[in-house]
């Protein structure tokens, strides 16, 4: 891990700023949403200048969360920030190539919960025991000054942990993920506003491709191994997005039996983004890691080109290696 | 609303009386069998003699609770009782034929959070705005002294709360449910173990089921309907629980744009268990009870004799009338 700046360097950073850039990684879920519009609110009352940006559109679930108009996918070259804040990613080269690009970043702040991204800010501040970057922000904003958390920052706060939780069911569910829950509905958070917003609206071609994907998958070594891809055609038909077939995986896994679910989604013709499920005995960090991706013990992924049938070799190969 | 106990006249009872029996209603679910499993564990401490008992088998996906081996489907007629616990409902009839023909139950406590239900028990605890019963039964434990949660009580509690309130997700989840899930993990509960329990270890069946109900699914009044029906063919062919298809209608109630799910499940031949799930803005609760059955504002039933063909008409009937 890279070396920990404490709160109150982080603070005298951002009092010190007035034009203040939030970006989080490409294909923004709900924790850089959160996180950043948590950021967001707070340095807006602070009378400071912030600027939201991301790469990607934000995912159509989260747009009911407050703020959310101020995304904007644009970042102009020419516009001079004192200070950048990254969120819930460690490098730069996530964010996206406009903003590896931009001469007029100031000191870059690193807030995050993954402990084995390397951390490229000029000040870095990692809880890895934190449930969701979003708690991460929460004590930025506590070190900042905010007493009570306003509804919008609350609902905000809230998406971070029921998103990066899987409402509450993850393992990194801790009493502070709980504590701080309880705190978002004294603000007057609608747990279930949140929760039909992020996890129960999905398209009829949604469960059309999960009926599609069902009849195709493949289960391996006495059902221990579950192998189901998503083509760019299907993709392009149902209109679904990358993130309702990643969810696909985290909906396959709870088949009965099933170690490790392994989902390919087609991205470019012959190019394959791979998300690796497990339910928690096999460890698919490491496994992504090998090939090249990243991610957590539970939930991760790496990219692979090449003809499925030659992919799902090598990975059920890797797979069968370290599988009891 | 039955007329209130308080805790200390039901503290009372309980000190006094030595062989207690514990019922929850019929088929089951999280919250009967965690309530029931909290009070065994606590009376058991308290050197009572508890007797566990439910009149169907406890469902594949709870056997994983720790002391569920001691219920017991069996009540014997010549066992007298000096006390029955009636947990997560108020009418006996919902206990089942042996229950309601025992004689010697002696008194009855109800501990209940259904407000709408009759209570009919000598004494009855029933806690409107708590998520759970396990909650009910956490004020009767605290009461009764337990000072500390022990891991057994602390998961069984757990289970409840995550399994009525859709692992935190319907507005029934307020800052009690939040400050109890705290207190189990403080306890060594692990919130992974028993939402992977609870929620995400569906057998094959269920995946092909649902897939078979989603191709036959019909979309009413521009989508804010949708009817869905499991046949006692495909019960018996799957395999799948009451409760399994019953879950399909939560999950297809995420449809986005559906206002209404009404899930047809067959019984017995020609006899159809109805499941009501509802996003919020109609209330099913209102709607089963006209027909007949019971339940909430976002999720109820009924049941119904006849042709499906005609139930259908009757439901789209009935749900054209309310919803605009």
């Known amino acids: 891990m890279s070396k ?5 360097e982080i603070v005298k950073l951002i009092y010190d700023a007035k034009n203040i850039l939030i970006v989080g990684h490409r294909l923004p879920e709900g924790d850089v949403v959160g996180s ?4 967001y609110f707070a340095l807006q009352k602070m009378k400071k200048n912030p600027y939201l940006y991301n790469q990607d559109s934000i995912p159509k679930n989260l747009k009911f969360l407050p703020g959310v108009k101020k995304f904007s996918c644009l970042l102009p070259s020419a516009k001079k920030f004192d200070l950048t804040l990254m969120v819930d990613v460690g490098e730069k080269g996530r964010v996206g190539e406009s903003f590896l690009n931009h001469p007029f970043l100031g000191k870059i702040i690193c807030l995050d919960h993954h402990a084995v991204s390397v951390h490229e800010g000029n000040l870095n501040f990692v809880l890895p025991n934190a449930s969701s970057t979003g708690i991460v922000v929460y004590h930025v904003l506590k070190a900042l000054g905010v007493k009570k958390l306003s509804y919008e920052i609350a609902t905000n706060l809230y998406c971070t942990l029921i998103t990066d939780t899987g409402s509450f069911r993850y393992s990194n569910t801790n009493r502070e993920t709980f504590e701080l829950a309880k705190l ?5 958070v609608d747990p279930w506003l ?3 917003n992020c996890f129960e609206t999905q398209p009829l071609s949604w469960f059309k491709m999960l009926c599609d994907v069902v009849t195709h998958m493949e289960i391996k070594m006495g059902g221990k191994i579950l192998m189901a891809s998503v083509s760019l055609a299907q993709l392009k038909k149902t209109r679904a997005s990358l993130e309702q077939a990643e969810a696909l995986a985290s909906h396959l896994r709870t088949l009965e039996g099933v170690q490790v679910c392994a ?3 087609e991205q470019k013709r012959g190019f394959f983004k791979i998300s690796f499920r497990s339910n928690g005995s096999y460890d698919v960090g490491k496994l992504a890691k090998r090939l090249g991706g990243g991610g957590h013990r539970k939930a991760s992924g790496c990219e692979m080109q090449g003809p499925l049938s030659s992919i799902k070799k090598i990975i059920l190969s890797e797979l069968r290696k370290n599988l009891s």
Chains 1, 2 share one sequence.
Do not use: K, N, P
């Not at 920990?4 to 109150?8: K, P, V």
């Not at 950043?36 to 950021?39: E, N, T, W």
């Not at 978002?184 to 007057?188: H, K, N, Q, V």
């Open 36 to 39: 950043a519009l948590c950021l």
């Open 4 to 8: 920990q700046s404490t709160l109150d």
């Open 184 to 188: 978002c509905l004294d603000s007057g």
């Open 194 to 196: 949140v929760a039909r």
């Open 263 to 265: 989902m390919f989604i």
